[in-house]
């Protein structure tokens, strides 16, 4: 299955809880769901104003 990579603008991402983090990723993840099932999370990565994101979906066609 391709992987594929998000990349969001989130000014101070760097200086986020654990907890606020942990919503964001919630927020991603009910959007997904509303997609589909067949999107899969992977992995995040945070930065001082990033996050990029980690992502198995099938190919479009």
Known sequence: MPKYVIERDLPGAG??????LHAVSQTSC???NSLGT???WIH???????IFCIYLSPMRT
């Open 15 to 20: 200086q986020l809880t654990a907890d606020q």
């Open 30 to 32: 009910n959007v997904l």
């Open 38 to 40: 067949q999107i899969q």
């Open 44 to 50: 995040s990565y945070v930065t001082g104003d990033k």
